[in-house]
């Protein structure tokens, strides 16, 4: 089984729309991120969180908001989905800044 | 803060030859710098990483990569690609001893091997 993983790996909704994307992660780690990837941009960091209870902004978070349900637990969601929110969301961990960041296979998001 | 520059967007080699991808950082503070790879519809993987040490670090799949911190950079090499290596390439940056310790990514590199 996959270390990380996110679901849904492919949504479609319309412009509005609450949406949810989830990730859970087997590795044990403390540290979980949201990034954004669009073409010719690279990956963009939404939210990060060093624990439970330590919940951070990154580069991009406006139009965002997360929630750290558990230590394998991070959910990202878009309370009112507007078209150029359209990418591909990658969730990741690490266990320690030096460390790997592990990634789950990511959500391709459409918003019509 | 840090940021990262990858001039090449697209690299197109032929098989069995040689490849650098470019990588340059800017900080004010330390760094340890990365390399991802990520393959058509999946996520990133970690090729390589420096830390500390010997400047000159192998990774995955014969891949290495060398940090020069005098030109600011880390780029990638590979004396004989294959076909398999087609895939995006990313450099990632983070400060050392800041409060946040966030991955910094480049935009990204297009390796397309041909055959």
């Known amino acids: 089984d996959a270390d990380v993983t996110q679901t849904p790996r492919n949504r479609i909704t319309k412009t509005g729309k609450r949406i949810m994307l989830e990730c859970s992660q087997t590795?044990?780690?403390?540290?979980m991120y949201w990034y954004r990837q669009d073409p010719g941009l690279g990956l963009r960091l939404i939210y990060y969180?060093?624990?439970?209870?330590?919940?951070n902004k990154g580069e991009i978070s406006d139009g965002y908001s997360v929630s750290r349900q558990a230590q394998a637990k991070f959910s990202l969601s878009l309370e009112s989905a507007i078209p150029n929110q359209t990418a591909l969301y990658f969730c990741?961990?690490?266990?320690?800044?030096?460390?790997?960041?592990?990634f789950g296979p990511g959500t391709r998001l459409t918003v019509l | 803060a840090q940021s990262v520059t990858q001039l090449d967007s697209q690299v197109p080699v032929f098989e069995e030859a040689p490849v650098e991808l470019r990588c340059n950082y800017s900080?004010?503070?330390?760094?340890?710098l990365f390399w991802y790879v990520q393959y058509p519809n999946q996520g990133l993987q970690l090729l390589l990483k420096?830390?500390?040490?010997?400047?000159l670090v192998k990774g995955i799949n014969g891949f290495e990569a060398e940090f020069n911190k005098s030109q600011t950079s880390f780029h990638l090499r590979k004396p004989s690609v294959h076909i398999s290596d087609t895939a995006e390439y990313f450099c990632?940056?983070?400060?050392?001893?800041?409060?946040?310790?966030?991955?910094?990514f480049g935009t990204g590199t297009l390796l397309a091997v041909q055959p």
């Open positions: 900080s004010s503070v330390s760094v340890y």
């Open positions: 990741a961990t690490s266990g320690q800044y030096t460390d790997t960041q592990y």
């Open positions: 420096y830390l500390s040490g010997s400047t």
């Open positions: 990632a940056v983070v400060g050392i001893g800041g409060a946040t310790n966030k991955l910094i």
């Open positions: 590795k044990g780690h403390d540290r």
């Open positions: 969180s060093f624990d439970v209870k330590d919940i």
